[in-house]
């Protein structure tokens, strides 16, 4: 059975930084393209990172680029999120499609949440 399962989320201040894991287990993150969605309230979900280890790219969103670092170690992704703003306020997903597209996982979802 393939999981991932994201961790990290919660509550932080604007300005402030969280740090988001992704753990893997039941697949190897090298034959997949590692990608952050997120979901704010009311508003549709969309994609906002991804990393493709195989081909050594990472892409980023522009309202995330330069604040916010996708990065892998061995079979974990972490997405570093600084300079939070309130906008950034949803739920954070990542989700694993495979280098043949017909493979594709998603995790739980974790909370994160910019508030003063």
């Known amino acids: 059975e393939v999981q991932l399962v994201e961790s990290g989320g919660g509550l932080v201040k604007p300005g402030g930084s969280l740090r988001l894991s992704c753990s893997a287990s039941?697949?190897?993150?090298?034959?997949?393209?590692i990608t952050w969605f997120r979901q704010p309230p009311g508003m549709q979900r969309e994609g906002i990172t991804c990393i493709k280890s195989s081909e050594g790219v990472t892409y980023y969103r522009d309202s995330v680029k330069g604040r916010f670092t996708i990065y892998r170690d061995k079979n974990t992704v972490y997405l570093q999120m600084d300079s939070l703003k309130f906008d950034d306020t949803a739920v954070y997903y990542c989700?694993?499609?495979?280098?043949?597209?017909?493979?594709?996982?998603w995790g739980q979802g974790t909370q994160v949440t910019v508030s003063s």
């Open positions: 039941g697949i190897t993150f090298d034959d997949y393209a």
């Open positions: 989700t694993a499609l495979s280098t043949s597209g017909l493979r594709d996982f």
